[in-house]
C-alpha cells in the first residue's frame, strides 16, 4: 500500500511511525491507521453513503462483510430509515 518516493517497498511499521509522530507534534492522542480506517467506514454508513460504496471504498470483497463489520451503526439507520418514511408518509395526507 505505501512506497518509498522511488516506488520501492516500504518497511511497514514506517508509515505507523510516521503517523505517531505526526500525532506527537499535533498534540494528538495514539490512534492507528486501522482506527482511522474504521471511523471513515462509520462516517460514512452514518452519513448515508451506500454499503456497496463503502464496501468497495475498503476492498471488501462482499458487501455482507461490511454490513457485518459496522453493523453497531445500522440501529441509528434504521431509526432514520423509519422517520424518514413517517415524513412521507405524513405529507402525503
Known sequence: ????????????????????????????EHVR????????????LVQGV???VVADMLGHSKVGLTLDVYS???????AEAVGKIEALLASES
Do not use: N
Not at 500500500?1 to 500525532?23: A, K
Not at 491507521?33 to 460514512?44: E, K, V, W
Not at 453497531?72 to 434504521?78: A, D, E, I
Open 1 to 28: 500500500m505505501f512506497t518509498t518516493s522511488i516506488g520501492t517497498h516500504l518497511d511497514p511499521s514506517v508509515p505507523g511511525q510516521d503517523l505517531d509522530r505526526l500525532l506527537e507534534k499535533a498534540g494528538l
Open 33 to 44: 491507521y486501522h482506527d482511522l480506517r474504521h471511523s471513515a467506514a462509520t462516517f460514512m
Open 50 to 52: 451506500h454499503p456497496k
Open 72 to 78: 453497531h451503526v445500522l440501529p441509528s439507520l434504521q
